[in-house]
């Protein structure tokens, strides 16, 4: 065949569409790399400290960290381990196997399958493969309050007695008023006092006061740059979508008497600021839409949630969930009642209330949206009475829709996508309304 017929064939045959150009992703913020630093060295630390012979613990996301900083221990997150998981949707063999062959039930937190399934692997109980290498190490012991519910408490309760370790716990009680009782103060301070003297003794450390207002104002100081990166929400349009401040939800959970945590946030705040002086945002399309979010992020859907909401202009500018840490005191009495205040777990339907409604009115929310998240059984238990009294008093509307924290199986892409499109119809008509005076 010459060369001549065989191009004449070639020309002949159907010719592929043209593939129309991928669309370049947007490069990472300076200081979305300094989390995923920040987050390797907490890991890496862990390890290193394991492999000196020195104690490594776990404990709940909302424990007076600035304790176990001071005293310089390393000191891991298991819902915060667990979350990332999730949102890599990596928990299924570890749901699996909680609730087959370590035998716990479907209804238990998503967060404590993943962990106690986790937790099965590295004591040598469970063949699952650990798609992370094994970055939380195997515990020594144990930080728990129980500010956010009491199954994490029965959770931690099994966790040491499957890996034989103690529990170094702190009881903060339910609060039914809009502030903490200087009785209460008295009973949680004396526990916190109790804390680090059993925590020196186990630990073979020692308590430096000096240290402690160190790591005290570096933790303020972080509080602070937390409370304003959110508060720059406000602005119209938002300099960044709401959604992405759950990225750096780690610092202020994992790493919060850190400076590192300082720099991370003093950039973040920057990049805002940049933002707000030019006009822009991170948020992609133009934001027809503000909303509130309440309860926590659905991180096995996070992508598709914020894909939906970007489908119709809606930017999330307020949350309850991420600023629960923006935790402010100034002594270990300060320490006492800001912990006991710290959830909204622990709060009464009335507190959670008027901090919503602040909210609402100072980002100028036009709806809010519900996570009923089938994990976390405390926040939901008001939920509705919250969500009917709060609509009524801010005049927004309001949906929510089932999911969970962790556990992919209790979420449906259709009922949320019906839900938010419910959601659009009516803020539309608002909209209108207030246009035609």
């Known amino acids: 065949m010459s060369e001549t017929t065989a191009a004449a064939q070639g020309a002949a045959q159907p010719q592929a569409a043209a593939q129309p150009a991928a669309k370049p992703k947007r490069p990472k913020p300076k200081s979305m790399l300094m989390i995923g630093e920040q987050t390797n060295a907490l890991f890496e630390n862990a390890r290193l400290a394991k492999e000196r012979g020195e104690k490594v613990g776990w404990s709940a996301s909302i424990f007076p960290q600035e304790i176990p900083e001071t005293l310089g221990l390393n000191v891991l997150y298991p819902e915060n381990h667990a979350a990332g998981i999730a949102a890599r949707h990596q928990a299924d063999p570890f749901l699996q196997e909680c609730e087959g062959a370590l035998g716990y039930n479907n209804d238990l937190c ?8 986790y937790a099965s692997v590295l004591n040598g109980e469970s063949e699952v493969e650990l798609p992370d290498g094994g970055k939380m190490v195997k515990p020594d012991f144990l930080l728990l309050t ?28 339910y609060n039914p008023w809009d502030y903490v009782t200087e009785t209460r103060v008295r009973y949680v301070r004396a526990q916190i006092d109790q804390l680090i003297q059993d925590l020196c003794s186990f630990t073979g450390k020692t308590w430096d006061e000096r240290r402690f207002q160190e790591v005290m104002k570096i933790s303020q100081r972080n509080s602070d740059l937390w409370e304003k990166a959110n508060d720059l929400l406000h602005y119209k349009p938002a300099p960044i979508g709401g959604f992405e401040l759950f990225n750096y939800m780690s610092a202020m959970v994992c790493n919060r008497g850190k400076t590192s945590t300082t720099a991370i946030l003093e950039q973040l705040i920057s990049e805002m600021n940049e933002h707000i002086k030019t006009g822009t945002s991170t948020f992609p399309v133009e934001q027809e839409f503000r909303v509130s979010w309440d309860g926590i992020a659905c991180w096995p859907y996070l992508s ?5 909401l970007k489908k119709y202009g809606i930017n999330m500018v307020a949350s309850s969930y991420g600023k629960a840490w923006a935790i402010e005191y100034e002594d270990l009495d300060g320490m006492a009642r800001a912990y006991c205040f710290a959830s909204t777990n622990g709060d009464n ?12 009115k100072r980002f100028d929310c036009d709806g809010t949206i519900y996570h ?34 962790a556990d992919y199986r209790n979420f449906s892409e259709a009922q ?19 246009q035609h005076g």
């Open 349 to 360: 339907a009335t507190t959670m209330i008027s901090r919503r409604l602040e909210a609402l």
């Open 416 to 434: 949320f996508e019906t839900r938010i499109q419910g959601l659009v119809e009516v803020m539309k008509q608002n909209k209108e309304a207030k």
């Open 372 to 405: 009923v998240n089938r994990s976390c059984k405390v926040m939901d238990c008001q939920m509705m009475e919250v969500q009917r009294q709060l609509s009524e008093l801010a005049g927004v509307p309001f949906t929510s829709f089932d999911g969970d924290q």
């Open 146 to 173: 129980n500010n956010i519910c009491n199954q994490l408490t029965k959770w931690y309760e099994n966790l040491a007695y499957q890996l034989k370790i103690p529990v170094f716990f702190i009881d903060t009680c």
């Open 304 to 308: 598709h949630n914020l894909r939906t």
């Open 110 to 117: 998503a967060y404590a399958k993943v962990n106690l399934a």
